[in-house]
């Protein structure tokens, strides 16, 4: 089955800076590309998604690259706020079994 | 609209007790997935129903786990003899069905088994 990693498990940015995490997966069968932002209490929540035949997409602040070839794929949030504080997740999911597989979560925390 | 609900949102049971958890997905939401999530980790896929009958169960643990969805909609997830390790947020989503659309998630039920 599909494996989905991802890094860092921690990250810590001053406001106003980038973020990136990254994440890889394991089945070239995987064509949906979700992420996903939790916090405390709360269910995770889709932020941004990629399908497998496009490279990049961007909606305001969040931008999502995806490589086919290497079977990676990253979030890159520009301008943090203290706001985009709160726990982010990637998932891959199959066109063949409909599955989706998360990572296992990047803390991110925002500076003021 | 309404969204994913879950209910209860907390349970606490003692070990050995049987409990229910209960899911109601979007309306017209085909696809249901039940996830388990414990502290500091993602979301475990257990469970995968496309209408009444579960496509894909290889992730629920043991015996002790089952879920059904007998209409289509509303699913249980039904833990017997529950133990300590049961502990953790039981998380359910739906979707459309189509395997390229996002799920979208209930809040969870947090068990605690004492």
């Known amino acids: 089955g599909e494996n989905v990693e991802q890094h860092p498990s921690t990250l810590s940015v001053q406001e106003g800076d980038s973020a990136v995490i990254k994440c890889t997966y394991s089945?070239?069968?995987?064509?949906?590309f979700p992420w996903y932002k939790q916090e405390l209490g709360k269910g995770p929540q889709l932020i941004i998604d990629?399908?497998?035949?496009?490279g990049e997409k961007k909606d305001q602040r969040i931008a999502v690259t995806l490589n086919k070839t290497a079977k990676h794929f990253s979030l890159h949030i520009t301008e943090t706020q203290p706001e985009d504080s709160a726990v982010y997740f990637c998932a891959a999911s199959m066109r063949s079994n409909n599955d989706m597989r998360f990572g296992a979560g990047t803390r991110l925390t925002v500076k003021p | 609209g309404a969204g994913v609900s879950q209910t209860p949102s907390n349970k606490v049971t003692e070990k050995g007790k049987y409990v229910e958890l209960r899911c109601d997905p979007i309306s017209g939401h085909t696809a249901l997935y039940w996830y388990r999530q414990s502290l500091g980790q993602g979301p475990e896929f257990l469970i995968y129903?496309?209408?009444?009958?579960?496509?894909?169960d290889s992730g629920l643990p043991n015996d002790r786990f089952f879920a059904v969805r007998p209409e289509g909609s509303v699913s249980t997830l039904k833990i017997q003899r529950t133990e300590r390790g049961d502990s953790a947020v039981y998380l359910c989503?739906?979707?459309?069905?189509?395997?390229?659309?996002?799920?979208?998630f209930g809040n969870g039920t947090r068990l605690t088994v004492t």
């Open positions: 129903f496309q209408g009444t009958g579960a496509a894909d």
């Open positions: 990629i399908r497998s035949n496009v």
């Open positions: 989503a739906s979707r459309r069905g189509t395997s390229n659309s996002p799920l979208h």
């Open positions: 089945d070239s069968a995987s064509n949906y």
